[in-house]
């Protein structure tokens, strides 16, 4: 199994529409959560720590549920902006982080 | 704040040459600095972590003698690929890992270096 699982999608949504992503991740010792958002052949951007109690920052929201060892990001009112690679990365300790495939978003005017 | 330059954006080199690649933290100290290679479609993957006046930890399956590191300063890392093949070819990020305060653990990326070996 690996560390950190995404789905790669595509994810094809039109503008305005609600859309969430899911990453599982494989180390119940992980200590902390992150969404980045990279665009193609960029670096990837922090989009949001995610915290135990969820956290939301205008359109979007983070949600961790440790007990299924999961974390969601919701993204509400899409925009064409909003088209790009999200990746999850998970601390498993010893200061090293772990990065999901990335979950490719595409949003349709 | 937490801004990471890296050093060059680009670069081609012709088969068994070496190629290093420079990541500074512009407006921190970075005790600790990370290394990763993403090929087309694939996750960014670990290669190394440079620690100040130590040495690199490497990955699995990463070859400490064909990637060195060397962190010799608290706000600069290089990445040398030495002897590099058509199969070293890819995007290469460091970044730097905040300190203290809510940047704690969050890693600030520097943007990356697109490595052609032909």
């Known amino acids: 199994r690996k560390e950190v699982e995404q789905d790669p999608g595509p994810f094809n949504v039109p503008e305005g529409a609600t859309v969430a992503f899911n990453c599982t991740y494989s180390?119940?010792?992980?200590?902390?959560f992150f969404w980045y958002r990279q665009d193609c052949r960029k670096e990837p951007k922090l989009l949001m720590s995610v915290y135990s109690s969820g956290n939301e920052d205008g359109r979007f929201t983070a949600q961790l549920n440790r007990a299924s060892q999961y974390i969601s990001l919701l993204i509400r009112d899409s925009k064409l902006s909003d088209s790009a690679t999200y990746l999850c990365a998970v601390n498993g300790g010893y200061q090293k982080v772990t990065f999901g495939i990335g979950t490719k978003l595409q949003v349709i005017p | 704040g937490a801004v990471v330059s890296q050093h060059p954006s680009r670069v081609i080199c012709k088969s068994g040459t070496s190629v290093k690649i420079e990541c500074r933290s512009l407006?921190?100290?970075?005790?600790?600095m990370f290394w990763y290679r993403q090929f087309p479609k694939k996750s960014l993957m670990l290669m190394a972590t440079?620690?100040?006046?130590?040495?690199?930890?490497?990955e699995q399956g990463v070859e400490k003698d064909k990637f060195l590191i060397n962190h010799a300063s608290l706000t600069l890392s290089t990445l040398t690929v030495t002897s590099a093949h058509p199969e070293d070819s890819s995007f290469y990020i460091c970044s730097a890992r905040g300190t203290s305060g809510s940047s704690y653990n969050e890693q600030f990326f520097g943007p990356g270096t697109r490595l052609t070996v032909l």
């Open positions: 440079s620690n100040e006046g130590s040495k690199a930890t490497y």
């Open positions: 180390n119940s010792a992980s200590q902390s």
């Open positions: 407006d921190f100290q970075a005790t600790t």
